[in-house]
């Protein structure tokens, strides 16, 4: 399927049209940004390895009975992806204090939750993707009630499929993002990319980070954390 006009160039990803209304591509990047686009840089093979590791999930949520917007992979850095109304929230699931959760709340990264949470981000560069509440989000009318339960839900299965696989690859799901939006009928979709830009992967064992924290907090290699969690995954 070629590639139409350009249709938005986020940080990592550029969507385009499609001969096909319905449909758009994905182009996976390999810039990193971090900090709301203060931290720059390069991570070899980012997209690639990402548009791989988004295909497994994606394809693995579908078979789990989860719907989300993944149609193929027609290239190496390309998704073909349903053309869905994206709801400007960002999902977050935790299982471990870690990142802006830890600081919050003065914890340790590691320390366990008593069970899993979500927080919802408005997505505004602008405003540094706040985070907000359901009445937030019901009274600025980015969604509604029945929208946000269903989010939600679909979030926490999500959750509880991702760790599932991802304990019997030795790793452990501390934390991610998702985003959701309207398809054709109005239904509620996962969309988006899952890779390590946007999860926390640890290894079960030795607790190393396998994600965008070793390029956040300079860590080490990001290439060499995204190869050996694709590598597990496909492995
Ligand atoms: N996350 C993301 N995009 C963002 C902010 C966070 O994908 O703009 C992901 C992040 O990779 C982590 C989870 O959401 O898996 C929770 O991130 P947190 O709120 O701890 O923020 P951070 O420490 O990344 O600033």
């Avoid at 499609?18 to 449909?23: E, K, L, W």
């Avoid at 981000?121 to 602008?126: L, P, Q």
């Avoid at 946007?198 to 954390?225: I, T, Y």
Wanted: glycine content about 8%; charged content about 30%; hydrophobic content about 35%.
């Amino acid at each position: 399927m070629e590639k139409g006009n350009v249709i938005h160039e986020g940080k990592a990803k550029i969507i385009y049209e499609t001969s096909d209304p319905g449909q758009v591509i994905m182009f996976f990047k390999d810039e990193a940004t971090a900090r709301n686009g203060e931290k720059k840089g390069t991570i070899k093979d980012k997209g690639i390895i990402n548009n791989k590791i988004s295909t497994y999930f994606f394809k693995l949520l579908k078979d789990h009975g989860i719907d989300n917007h993944y149609i193929g992979t027609p290239d190496a850095r390309d998704m073909l992806v349903k053309k869905i109304d994206m709801i400007p929230l960002e999902v977050v699931v935790r299982n471990v204090f870690a990142g802006s959760l830890a600081a919050r709340f003065g914890k340790e990264e590691g320390t366990p939750l008593s069970m899993p949470i979500v927080e919802f981000y408005y997505k505004s560069d602008a405003l540094g993707d706040p985070i907000i509440n359901r009445y937030h989000a019901i009274a600025l009318e980015i969604a509604t009630l029945t929208e946000l339960n269903e989010i939600e839900h679909l979030a926490f299965s999500i959750n509880a499929i991702l760790k599932e696989i991802l304990g019997a690859k030795n790793v452990d799901l501390i934390d991610f993002k998702t985003e959701f939006g309207r398809d054709e009928k109005g239904r509620i979709i996962l969309g988006d990319e899952i890779s390590p830009d946007n999860c926390r992967f640890w290894d079960k064992d030795s607790k190393q980070k396998l994600d965008k924290d070793v390029f956040r907090h300079d860590l080490g290699s990001p290439e060499e954390a995204y190869q050996e969690m694709l590598r597990r995954l496909t492995e």
